[in-house]
């Protein structure tokens, strides 16, 4: 297909310049994209598509080219050049010097369009992969005038200044690319740390830098050829940066907040040298800079160079004075984004631990800071506080970030933990209307939090996270009397009471021993939940069932010594009590809570399945009824849910009772006839299960038990199926296994799936068909004798109707392409060897009435054309759509439309439209 | 221009349950005439079959067996109860002469079970205003009460108990009850009748002028079929009365706030009672009880009122039947006006909200509990005797009245129910405490669940509607001026309002403060003819108007003076006055420089001037003469030097101009 788009590149090429209108506004940017692909797989554009050159020079010099395309041909060159060969073809052409320079495209009066400024820093950024490219961006300013009316002095640093100027400008997206740009030449161009430092690494990059352009980590190899073009280009964006961070009016703050964001970039990627002289040359402004309003932004600067240089006793200076700054907010960020960052040191992180919690502190009224009342920060927090917006969103940000600080050594924590967790206890508390047991200094704050669902689900959130800290399991009970109110509460929001589920999973699992709860709240639980799954809203009744299933999971101990349990026990009458609330959420007019439910019942079941316990006349009667719900049910998710239920039941099922053979081959057949996608996904699953197992069981008796790393469900690796041996008992072995997939119905849910009209279905199906051909069927071109027939001779019922005419289809297709090939292959062709009924041999055309075919699996999977199906399967639907080919054909197309309109079919068009 | 006193007499303490007494320009206007049921919670409950357990309770008598009120009094589970037919608490009589009372606004059916007390025994005469809904359903209640009374008559009739001494020696909260000597049995079908003979019926919006001085004018204020809020104003003052209103999507009219704007005074009463339970809420846990009573076997009583919130409930169960499997669950509602309220819900089709209304064209019930009906879920009954013993099946949910659990059919479900735990008791009313109202039920083996559902406006609510209409003055009861007792430290169940509101209790007597105080005066054409304005300043112009003030009905009215009599005419008795040629007018302002200026050419030299909050005072030392400088008036004071006077009354005149 390249070949073809190459022949359709210069029709393309003149299209665009000659201005013609485009099928969409990103189509260039397609184009570029597959330019650039071309050009990491090694194509060189230059030698293979010379047309492109000649557009280049073709658009750079005319006067009247569309700055789309102006941009894009800036992109193009910048890419054309980014290998040094073309970087030389070009040069040589004089193209470069011409499409880089500024002035030529301000005198053109195209430079105030801001996608020419963007293609051309964008251009700059493609070309600047190579020593040659740094050293013509040094020095074409030399070369040539970019702007007539500035003096010399002006242009001896090459094409730098312009792209400083670009940082500041109007649009938001060419600053920001500058930026971009400015970071990656020092980042890209900087010396690798094995010429400085190290003499061993020295020689090593040295072998390197004689081969290929980069080093491994992508960067530019040091070379003593740009030692001196670098060194200007850090001197002159250092300078830059430093006149820039300074305050003022709006044009100034803009200034500096630009450069502020290119200094986090620079400061989280340079190397030491070359980053402790940037940060030296700019820190004293960064002091002064602290005093404005620029908090946000120089917090990341300053943090930034805490991280790579935290024992500088400067940038030590400007972090103690961000962490002094006297807005409540701007304060609060500052100590979260320090300890997010996981920098700490003696004097700053117990500062910030103070700052987080100081929220907490004023509006619970616990008073464990030890801080005077009249105390500046607190006195201007509190304030803060009284205000309801910014209260909310100050005391989220505390919940949220409270848990950084319960991982802090304990000497930096100016309380203990367990006072943290009753200050979150109490907000939450606070939250829903309960105040007796706060002070009334702060009643404007809690008045504010009264009934905040943020605030309670981030409250909740910094609870859950708190659970595993040491001195939390003292608080359990506390935490369990709360949780409860807060699910019997019916003002409660639906997300508050999903998230309160899940806080107290959490800390039953962390309780370990269900038998330290009383008995009270475990029957008031047990209350709230049967309530609960009876609540007007499903999305609370769907968290009550999931709830229930994820108790159902979690496993406790009672002791070391004991063996796990379910935390169900945590409920009076443990898992028989929840089942009869789980299976009265079966009828559930919810989908989603229906699926909750078989999905919550599976996990309750799971013990028992994994002890092989006998089933009961109840739990066979459910299975009846869950198959029912895959038979019936209207809804997709509840189907879902029952296929996963019996993949959960077979997959961790110690044994395999018939029940469980029955139904599975049950579900196999309803769920491959489904119409949900993902019904059949699952149905596959299932599917690949068996398919496991018995390859499985294979496997092993063909290697002799040798297998046994390999657990019996695991995904099994690929060459363990392949029929290594060949031995009478092995083939008998092999036929067998082959017959049973058959009659379990694996080999027919396969089949179906690699017809189905949905992509992932068939993708899935023929995968695991590759998988089964592999391992079970011998290859036909091997002369295997008889042992290839036996298990050749399995064979499968296919039914003249539904699917199966689709692979008939199939098959019908591949032969008649083989027949007109080569007629000699007929004599190989499975069905007529194996003389398989008169259908085959009418052409097939006669395959429409009622009854069945029997076929042999293997000649039927090997005539499948499986290979070719996946590699079909495996591309997107709109591959075709998306490929170069068709982005070339539209192109022309849209231009041929506009350069030689047929007005009369347009017109038929339009009245077409109407 | 004259002062204008308005009183507002305050008859009732309860803030949901108010009866309040407007005298405002020489109206007297009752507001509401709401009747304090919960007295009913110290009475024995009245069972409609004989009650073994009721009829053993122990009498009272004091410890040191001085006072026997064996008959009177009985004990249940440490409490003391009244047993005899149950008494209300009257609004106040004696505050002021209830038979002035010119009109009586009623807002919605619940605050206007008082209305035969006052219409039938204190001499009214007046009318009683009401919308159509307020007084059809008003009557089902009323109708009701009296029927589940005169169900089970009580000869006894306890009096000894309220004796003061007495009461004084009983424990509480028999000891703690207010009033108990107006406390009265409940009135007559009869009385009933003549009551709301007197009501005229009103639209929303629609103006009644009375006595043609003051207008008022009912407004939609979303709480319950027909309930309104009341505007009464005259043409320079407007006093607003918001009684149980709400903003919820229900199923009445949605409230009119902007109405309410420009009101010089706000009433506010009716608040909800539970500020803290928000009705969706306790809907949902209404249902979920509900429907978990029934899964695990056992009868839900829900103890309500005939009308109202029930509408609501049905609805919600109507969506929430099939949800939870409820379908062959039968639902009951047992009340001796079951049928009519039902029925009544279906045709005030005007004055229901926007949706249920377009369901009329359609033409659909605008209720669902018509088609729960149709298909036998919901069965309703007169009472439980007749059919209804016959169609009985257990699980049930069980509709039924008095929420104050005291008397009607909820008294045989909680004697019948009350011993299993399986069953469900759930209060969905929230006027009386559930706690008091299952008293003389204790002990107790049933589930007791506390959903009030109070749709009226909460304290975050309202703060909102004021800052929208903006009324100079708020009055409110007292309640609401400070947090619940409960929950002291919530700040946010108050009115925080700038200027504080008013506070009211019972029997307070507030002046309520207007600011503007004047009158309008209509000019005949024929007089307006005659006049003849002079600018005063760009835009003001003035005339002289001399005529006869005719006032009547309120209105005044200036008309033009008869031409003086002719000499030969006899004088006539009544002479109207003879309006001589008036005086020229004086307007502008006396300069003070210029002015002393003045002075000072005509030989006055020593002035003192001092300052004062209106103007100045001018101190003529050497003439001991004070000149008074003020915005509206100058005055000399001069003692025996006329012609002084007069040359400076002179020099006054000349900065001012004559009209």
């Known amino acids: 297909m390249e070949g073809e788009c190459f022949t359709l590149l210069p029709r393309v090429c003149a299209v665009l310049a000659a201005g013609s209108s485009l099928p969409d506004d990103t189509s260039l940017e397609k184009l570029l994209d597959w330019f650039s692909e071309l050009t990491t797989a090694g194509v060189s554009l230059v030698k293979d598509c010379p047309c492109l050159l000649e557009f280049t020079s073709t658009v750079v010099n005319s006067a009247t080219s569309d700055p789309c395309i102006l941009s894009f041909t800036l992109k193009l060159v910048g890419l054309l050049a980014s290998s040094e060969d073309g970087f030389i073809v070009l040069q040589e052409s004089s193209v470069l010097d011409l499409v880089f320079n500024p002035g030529h495209w301000e005198k053109a009066g195209h430079w105030e369009d801001p996608c020419v400024r963007i293609g051309w820093i964008q251009g700059l950024r493609s070309l600047l992969q190579h020593t040659k490219a740094l050293c013509f961006f040094v020095q074409a300013g030399k070369q040539c005038k970019w702007r007539p009316h500035e003096s010399e002095e002006h242009l001896q640093h090459g094409l730098i200044e312009p792209l400083l100027q670009l940082q500041t400008d109007t649009s938001l997206f060419v600053a920001s690319a500058a930026s971009q740009i400015l970071a990656h030449i020092l980042i890209f161009y900087q010396p690798s740390p094995s010429l400085t430092h190290n003499s061993m690494e020295k020689n090593e990059a040295a072998d390197k830098s004689t081969n290929p352009s980069t080093t491994d980590d992508g960067r530019c190899p040091f070379k003593a050829e740009t030692d001196q073009s670098f060194t200007t280009v850090v001197m002159l964006i250092s300078e830059h940066l430093k006149n820039s961070l300074v305050s003022g009016g709006d044009a100034k703050l803009h200034h500096a907040q630009q450069s502020l964001r290119l200094l986090v970039l620079l400061l989280t990627r340079l190397r030491p040298p070359l980053r402790d002289s940037l940060l030296h040359a700019v820190t004293d402004a960064l002091e002064e800079l602290l005093m404005t309003d620029l908090t946000p932004p120089l917090m990341d600067v300053i943090l930034a160079a805490h991280s790579s240089s935290s024992s500088d006793v400067r940038i030590h200076r400007l972090v103690s004075s961000l962490l002094s700054t006297k807005k409540p907010t701007d304060l609060l960020h500052a100590a979260a984004a320090f300890l997010r960052r996981g920098l700490h040191d003696d004097v700053h992180t117990a500062q910030c631990a103070r700052a987080i919690l100081l929220p907490l502190h004023i509006v619970t009224g616990q008073l464990f800071l030890d801080m005077d009342p009249a105390d500046e920060d607190l006195c201007s927090m509190a304030a803060q506080l009284q205000n309801k917006s910014s209260c909310i969103s100050i005391i989220c940000t505390c919940l949220t970030n409270s848990p950084l600080i319960t991982v802090l050594d304990p000497s930096f924590l100016p309380c203990s933990l367990d006072v943290i967790i009753s200050s979150i206890l109490l907000m939450l508390r606070l939250c829903s209307g309960d105040t007796l047991s706060v002070s009334s200094g702060c009643s404007g704050a809690v008045r504010n939090v009264i009934g905040s669902s943020k605030v309670k689900k981030c409250a909740l959130e910094a609870l859950m996270s708190v659970s595993s800290s040491p001195g939390a399991k003292a608080e359990v009970i506390k935490v369990f009397t709360l949780l409860l109110k807060y699910l019997d509460d019916p003002d409660s929001d639906p997300t508050v009471f999903h998230k309160s589920y899940q806080v107290l999973v959490r800390w039953i699992s962390v309780c370990r021993d269900p038998s330290s709860i009383p008995d009270q709240l475990k029957q008031d639980l047990l209350g709230v939940v049967r309530k609960r799954v009876c609540d007007v809203r499903w999305e609370v009744r769907d968290s009550t069932v999931e709830f229930l299933g994820r108790l159902a999971a979690v496993k406790v101990h009672h002791t070391t010594d004991t063996e796990a349990q379910s935390a169900c026990e945590v409920l009076p009458g443990g898992s028989s009590s929840i089942t009869p609330v789980l299976e009265e959420a079966l009828l559930d007019p919810e989908s989603y809570v229906r699926a909750s439910a078989i999905s919550a019942l599976a996990q309750t079941q799971a013990p028992g399945w994994q002890q092989g316990a006998a089933l009961t006349q109840e739990r066979s009667e459910f299975v009846v009824r869950l198959l029912d719900v895959l038979s019936e049910d209207t809804e997709g998710f509840p189907r879902r849910a029952v296929v996963q239920y019996f993949i959960s039941w077979f997959s961790s099922s110690a044994s395999r009772s018939s029940l469980l053979r029955r139904s599975v081959r049950s579900v196999l057949s309803r769920g491959s006839a489904d119409l949900d996608w993902e019904v059949k996904v699952h149905t596959l699953e299932l599917a690949k299960l068996l398919l496991d197992e018995a390859l499985s069981a294979h496997s092993s008796s063909t290697k002799e038990l040798g297998a046994q790393c390999v657990h019996p469900y695991a995904v099994i690796p690929q060459p363990v199926y392949t029929p290594h041996t060949h031995t009478e008992n092995g083939e008998e072995d092999t036929a067998a296994l082959l017959e049973t997939l058959v009659e379990e119905g694996v080999v027919s849910v396969l089949l179906s799936g690699l017809v189905d009209c949905d992509r992932p279905v068939a993708l899935k199906a023929c995968r695991l068909l590759i998988v089964l051909r592999e391992a079970l069927c011998p290859p036909s071109h091997t002369d295997l004798g008889t042992d290839r027939e036996t298990v050749a001779k399995v064979s499968f019922l296919l039914p003249k109707s539904g699917w199966a005419l689709e692979i008939i289809k199939i098959l019908k297709t591949k032969n008649k392409a083989e027949e007109e090939n080569a007629a000699t292959l007929r004599s190989s062709n499975c069905i007529d060897e194996l003389k398989l009924g008169e259908g085959y041999n009418k052409g097939w055309d006669g395959v429409s009435g009622a009854g069945c075919e029997r076929m042999s699996v293997c000649e039927l999977l090997s005539n499948l054309g499986l290979d070719e199906r996946v590699k079909i399967l495996n591309q997107s639907s709109d591959h075709v759509q998306n490929s170069p080919l068709s982005l070339l054909q539209d192109i022309l197309s849209a231009g041929g439309a506009h350069t030689q309109p047929n007005t009369q079919l347009m017109q038929e068009v339009i009245v077409d439209c109407y | ?659």
């Not at chain 2, 004697?415 to 002990?443: H, M, R, V």
Request: glycine content about 4%; charged content about 20%; overall charge negative.
């Open chain 2, 1 to 659: 221009k004259k002062l204008i006193l308005v009183f507002l007499y305050c008859l009732s303490g309860h803030p949901t349950l108010p009866c309040n007494v407007l005298k405002f320009k020489s109206t007297t206007i009752m507001l509401d005439c709401a009747l304090d049921t919960t007295s009913v919670l110290n009475y024995l409950p009245l069972p409609l079959v004989h009650s073994p357990r009721l009829s053993k309770l122990p009498g009272w008598i004091s410890k040191d067996g001085t006072i026997n009120l064996e008959k009177e009094l009985k004990e249940c589970a440490g409490r003391l109860f009244v047993d005899s037919q149950p008494e209300f608490c009257l609004p106040e009589k004696e505050l002021l002469d209830l038979s002035t009372i010119d009109v009586i606004l009623i807002s919605n059916y619940h605050c206007m079970m008082a209305l035969p007390y006052i219409t039938e025994h204190t001499g009214f005469t007046g009318t009683v205003y009401a919308t159509e809904p307020t007084l059809q359903i008003g009557r089902l209640l009323m109708e009701e009460l009296v029927k589940f009374m005169e169900r089970v008559p009580k000869a006894q009739s306890a009096t000894c108990w309220k004796n003061k001494e007495i009461q004084r020696m009983l424990p509480g909260p028999l000891k703690d009850a207010v009033e108990v000597w107006t406390w009265k049995r409940c009135y007559s079908m009869q009385e009933v009748n003549s009551a709301l003979s007197k009501v005229q019926l009103v639209g929303y919006s629609q103006k009644v002028e009375l006595f043609g001085a003051v207008q008022i004018s009912p407004l939609s204020s979303g709480y319950s079929l027909g309930s309104s809020n009341w505007i009464i104003q005259s043409h320079h003052e407007k006093v607003s009365y918001v009684s149980g209103s709400s903003l919820l999507t229900t199923h009445p009219q949605p409230m009119d706030q902007s109405s309410l704007k420009n009101s010089d005074v706000l009433i506010l009463t009716g608040l909800t009672q539970m500020p803290t339970a928000n009705p969706d809420g306790m809907l949902g846990e209404f249902c979920s009880n509900l429907a978990m009573t029934i899964r695990a076997g056992g009868n839900v009583l829900v103890p309500c009122y005939s009308s109202g919130v029930i509408y609501d409930l049905l609805e919600c169960l109507y969506q929430f039947i099939d949800s939870a499997n409820l379908g062959t669950t039968p639902f009951y509602f047992i009340s001796p006006v079951a049928n009519s309220s039902l029925e009544f819900s279906q045709i005030f089709a005007e004055w229901l909200c926007h949706n249920k209304q377009t369901k009329v064209y359609l033409p659909e019930p605008p209720f669902p509990h018509a088609e729960l009906i149709q298909t036998n879920k919901l069965k309703h009954y007169p009472s439980i005797h007749g059919d209804f013993s016959s169609d009985f099946k257990q699980p049930c949910v069980v509709f039924t009245g008095h929420p104050s659990l005291r008397f009607g059919d909820v008294v045989h479900f909680m004697e019948l129910w009350g011993k299993s735990n399986l069953n469900t008791i759930i209060f969905t009313e929230p006027d009386f405490s559930y706690l008091d109202a299952l008293a003389p039920y204790q002990p107790l083996a049933m589930k007791c669940v506390y959903c009030p559902i109070d749709t009226r406006l909460n304290f975050h609510q309202v703060s909102k509607l004021l800052k929208e209409v903006q009324p100079l003055h708020v009055v409110c009861p007292d309640q609401y001026t400070q947090p619940p007792p409960s929950q002291s430290h919530r700040s946010d169940l108050m009115l925080e309002l700038q200027p504080p509101p008013m506070p009211y209790r019972r029997c307070s007597v507030l002046n309520l403060p207007f600011r503007r105080c004047y009158e309008r005066v209509y000019i005949l054409p024929e007089l307006a003819n005659s006049l003849v304005p002079s600018e005063l300043k760009p835009g003001v112009s003035v005339a002289n108007v001399s005529a006869i003030l005719h006032s009547k009905d309120n209105k005044h009215t200036l008309q033009v003076t008869p031409a003086p009599p002719s000499k030969k005419r006899k004088r006539v008795v009544e002479e109207p006055p003879v309006g001589g040629a008036p005086k020229p007018l004086l307007s502008g302002a006396v300069p003070l420089e210029p002015f002393l200026a003045t002075l000072q050419k005509h030989g006055i030299t020593e002035v003192k001037v001092e300052e004062t909050t209106d103007g100045h005072i001018l101190h003529l030392q050497a003439e001991d003469t004070l000149i008074q400088l003020e915005e509206d008036g100058t005055h000399i004071v001069c003692d025996n030097n006329e012609p002084l006077r007069t040359t400076i009354r002179d020099l006054v005149l000349r900065f001012l101009q004559k009209l």
